[in-house]
């Protein structure tokens, strides 16, 4: 019943900003810790940003001062502004959705399908 969609990947030139889109249309993110991961040809899938439902926010270093994640509860959407994009910023960003303790089943995980962000010059 929850769908997450990604949306604004593309390819850019090094320097440049990409906004980045997760929507959920049938449910409400507000009990849900939600996050940005990436996962880039034959490396692991790597957590860039958290946003948690208390409104804490982590970075991975490698992004720090150039990401904002950013959350809109009453549109059900997750936000991640990319300013000054680098190269090794290119790969296939992944939206999440965690709630630990949903009352009836348990922990929820629920993932998009990944929109591929490309920077090269």
């Known amino acids: 019943q929850v769908q997450l969609v990604e949306s604004g990947g593309g390819l850019v030139q090094p320097g440049e900003s990409l906004r980045l889109s997760c929507a959920a249309p049938?449910?409400?993110?507000?009990?849900?810790?939600l996050a940005w991961y990436r996962q880039a040809p034959e490396n692991q899938r790597e957590s860039v940003a958290r946003i948690t439902a208390n409104g804490d926010i982590q970075y991975a270093d490698s992004v720090k001062g150039r990401f904002t994640i950013t959350r809109d509860n009453a549109k059900n959407t997750l936000y991640l502004q990319m300013n000054n994009l680098k190269p090794e910023d290119t790969a296939e960003y992944y939206c999440?959705?965690?709630?630990?303790?949903?009352?009836?089943?348990?922990?929820?995980?629920?993932w998009g399908q990944g929109t591929q962000v490309t920077v090269s010059s």
């Open positions: 049938n449910a409400i993110f507000s009990l849900y810790d």
């Open positions: 999440n959705a965690h709630f630990e303790q949903h009352p009836l089943i348990g922990p929820v995980d629920y």
